[in-house]
T-cell receptor, first 118, second 110 residues
Framework: GAVVSQHPSWVICKSGTSVKIECRSL??????MFWYRQFPKQSLMLMAT?????????EQGVEKDKFLINHASLTLSTLTVTSAHPEDSSFYIC??????????????FGPGTRLTVL | EDQVTQSPEALRLQEGESSSLNCSYT??????LFWYRQDPGKGPEFLFT???AGEEKEKERLKATLTKKESFLHITAPKPEDSATYLC???????????FGTGTSLTVIP
């Protein structure tokens, strides 16, 4: 149980184009999903918290107009990197949290999406 | 500010050589401490959640323990397939955010 998928697993695009990454919870409904970014040999940095049916909450320093997040259903959140530039190249990982039952608050992660901007 | 520090940064073990990974944390009210395993180019795989000091959890060759200031991930008689980066994260009561450490890269040599 608690499987999260991401699509695509990797993408290469030209500078200035937009890229959409999908995150799906396959066997549970997730009212909250999270988007992280990870640079080589560094830990995960939270970019934003995605809430179903409402606006995402962005962490300090993350441009909300550049990283558009949509959480249209209880099983799908999308991250769109608009006008991508080489510095946006990174490993993007989403996570989803099953409905909280008692003290359980574990996040389950997707396999990640490697974005390379040329 | 909530912080997580993991040590060592890298660890090389011979197959069968037991050891421990450390996760030191500061958080304003611990809601949970989480251990994940991450293989290269993949997302983190959930291992354990610990909630209170004194709690222990086991899974195959792994055992996680928790005190008020740190957590240990004990690896007993490791095998090469245990090679991965092990991440620790904490969550406080003030929000949803997980604070991740930078991980320990474990290599088990046959």
């Amino acid at each position: 149980g608690a499987v999260v998928s991401q699509h695509p697993s990797w993408v290469i695009c030209k500078s200035g184009t937009s890229v959409k990454i999908e995150c799906r919870s396959l066997d549970f409904q997730a009212t909250t999903m999270f988007w992280y970014r990870q640079f080589p040999k560094q830990s995960l940095m939270l970019m934003a918290t995605s809430n179903e049916g409402s606006k995402a909450t962005y962490e300090q320093g993350v441009e909300k107009d550049k990283f558009l997040i949509n959480h249209a259903s209880l099983t799908l959140s999308t991250l769109t990197v608009t006008s991508a530039h080489p510095e946006d190249s990174s490993f993007y990982i989403c996570s989803a949290r099953p409905p909280v039952a008692g003290a359980t608050d574990t996040q389950y992660f997707g396999p990640g999406t490697r974005l390379t901007v040329l | 500010e909530d912080q997580v520090t993991q040590s060592p940064e890298a660890l090389r073990l011979q197959e069968g050589e037991s050891s421990s990974l450390n996760c030191s944390y500061t958080v304003s009210g611990l809601r949970g401490l989480f251990w994940y395993r991450q293989d290269p180019g993949k997302g983190p795989e959930f291992l354990f959640t610990l909630y209170s000091a004194g709690e222990e959890k086991e899974k195959e060759r792994l055992k996680a323990t928790l005190t008020k200031k740190e957590s240990f991930l004990h690896i007993t008689a490791p095998k090469p397939e245990d090679s991965a980066t092990y991440l620790c994260a904490v969550q406080g009561y003030t929000g949803n955010q997980f604070y991740f450490g930078t991980g320990t890269s474990l290599t088990v040599i046959p």
